[in-house]
């Protein structure tokens, strides 16, 4: 199986009459599906034609535009029918977008979404929504807080170094196997909770 770049995650879009999600359209681009058989075998440039051969005519317009990556707010509407067609009949000619538990498990958290008790559309959209709120917070500060005391320019933000990001990579790794073999000596985690795909 081939796979293309995982594009960022967003709400679906809907779902067809299939009961298949139609998930963030430009998500539909041939460079952001998975393949399997033969065309996994492919160019990029064959895929694609493949697939614009295979859709009915009046879609094909469409997948120009996600083919191209010309998918925008103004045109969205044009290759939706196309990405409905792909949910409906891509896995069964050989492509597909990833899917939810795929996503998950390569952002490491299949466990915890399965936790969440949602149904396959509901888990998407909660990938989609998802956000590192103390990350978000810290890039809101200092101009959110600027903004109320009326000034008028914001320093851009310093950004670490990326042997910087490193270190503090590696302490929090460090830290975190320890804190791992202290809950596990305790008894209060069990190692095949570390052992889970």
Known sequence: MATGNMAPMMRS??????????????????????????????????????ISNAMPEQLREGWRLLANSQIHAHNERTALPTARWIADNGQALGFRTPSISERSRAFGILEYINRLQLNDRQKFDAQGNAFDKSALTKRMYVPLLDWLEGVKETPSPMFPEPLQVATWYQELRVFSINDAHAELSSGKLREHDFLQP
């Open 13 to 50: 879009r809907e779902v067809t009459a299939s009961g298949n999600i139609v998930v963030s359209t430009h998500q539909y681009a041939p460079a952001l599906l998975i393949y399997r058989g033969d065309m996994a075998a492919m160019s990029l440039a064959q895929i694609t034609f493949a």
